[in-house]
């Protein structure tokens, strides 16, 4: 059964960090693409990072370009978000998805990609 698990998320103020973590269960992670989302209150569900499982390249959505970073660690089957500078716009339930083929990373933003989707849990960027 696979399964993935998201934690890290908090409240933080604004100009804070987190890091989130994906931990991923019944799959090799090697082998697939990793995305994370995120879904706002009143929103539909926004890309904003994904990483490939073929040469690491990854893609940013704009609104968290130079903010967010995407990173994986194949041996111990876990993906992470660092999140830096953020801001009360980032407040939202993040997702993490895995996909087992993706044609290029940066169609890795579309939710349609993915096979396996995670819980999420709440970022909340509040003075």
Request: glycine share 12%; hydrophobic share 35%; charged share 20%.
């Amino acid at each position: 059964q696979v399964q993935l698990v998201e934690s890290g998320g908090d409240l933080v103020q604004p100009g804070g960090s987190l890091r989130l973590s994906c931990k991923v269960s019944g799959l090799i992670l090697h082998y697939y693409f990793i995305g994370w989302f995120r879904q706002a209150p009143g929103k539909g569900r926004e890309g904003v990072s994904c990483i490939s499982s073929v040469d690491g390249s990854t893609f940013y959505s704009d609104s968290v370009k130079g903010r967010f970073t995407i990173s994986r660690d194949n041996d111990n089957n876990v993906a992470y978000l660092e999140m830096n500078d953020l801001r009360p716009e980032d407040t939202a339930v993040y997702y993490c998805a895995a996909a087992r083929a993706i044609w290029s990373v940066e169609a890795g933003q579309y939710a349609n990609e993915y096979d396996y989707w995670g819980q999420g849990t709440q970022v909340t960027v509040s003075s």
